[in-house]
Structure formats: structure tokens, C-alpha cells
Nanobody, 127 residues
Framework: QVQLVESGGGLVQAGGSLRLSCAAS????????MGWFRQAPGKEREFVAA????????DYADSVKGRFTISRDNARSTVYLQMNSLKPEDTAVYYC????????????????????WGQGTQVTVSS
């Protein structure tokens, strides 16, 4: 069973930066496609970013492209989300997710195959 534990959320002013981390256990990390999602109050959970098992292919939602960077360290079994130029509309609970079905070099699907989720970490951006 895969366990995911996020950390790094908090309160930041608009224009600031945060880095989220997600530590995985229970399975060899390189077998997991990894992603980040978020859910704002009153809204559905939405895709933020995903990275292939190899780390070589990445996908971003248009709303975060150019501001957020996803990366993974297979030696540390950890995926990161560096968030720069934060905006109040980035306020949400951020969830780390893992998929077991992604090919090694392909970026995971935005919608399908995400079977394991972390508990979430709150990010609040003040204006």
C-alpha cells in the first residue's frame, strides 16, 4: 500500500513562494507516476501538475504554467512542487497523488489512474 505525506503548506503573501514536498512509502518510488492537485473552498478538485516516473516528462495546468515547477527525487522517494509568484486564487488544499499505471517515460493522465492520495496541505495566499 502506498502512503503519501505532504508538507510545506502555509500562509504567504501574494507574489511569494512556497515549496511543497510529498514523501512516498510502501512501493518503489520509480514505479509511481506522481502529481499534484488542489481543491479550493466550494470548488472541485483540479489538476495542477504531473511528472513521469522517469522525471523527464512534465505537464502543468495552464493556470500555473510558468509559476510552478514539479520535480521528483527518486533516491529520496519525494516529489516537490515549487510555487512562485503566488496569487490569492492559488489558495487551496494541495494534494499529492500517485498512479501505478503510468508508463515510465510518459506523463500521467490528468484525469485517470490516480489511486493514492495524501492527506492534503493548506496553502493560503493573502492579497
Amino acid at each position: 500500500q502506498v502512503q503519501l505525506v505532504e508538507s510545506g503548506g502555509g500562509l504567504v503573501q501574494a507574489g511569494g513562494s512556497l515549496r511543497l514536498s510529498c514523501a512516498a512509502s510502501g512501493r518503489t518510488f520509480s514505479t509511481l507516476g506522481m502529481g499534484w492537485f488542489r481543491q479550493a473552498p466550494g470548488k472541485e478538485r483540479e489538476f495542477v501538475a504531473a511528472v513521469s516516473r522517469s522525471g523527464g516528462r512534465i505537464d502543468y495546468a495552464d493556470s500555473v504554467k510558468g509559476r510552478f515547477t514539479i520535480s521528483r527525487d527518486n533516491a529520496r522517494s519525494t516529489v516537490y512542487l515549487q510555487m512562485n509568484s503566488l496569487k490569492p486564487e492559488d489558495t487551496a488544499v494541495y494534494y499529492c497523488a500517485a498512479t501505478l499505471t503510468a508508463p515510465y517515460i510518459s506523463v500521467p493522465s490528468r484525469k485517470y489512474g490516480w489511486t493514492h492520495w495524501g492527506q492534503g496541505t493548506q496553502v493560503t495566499v493573502s492579497s
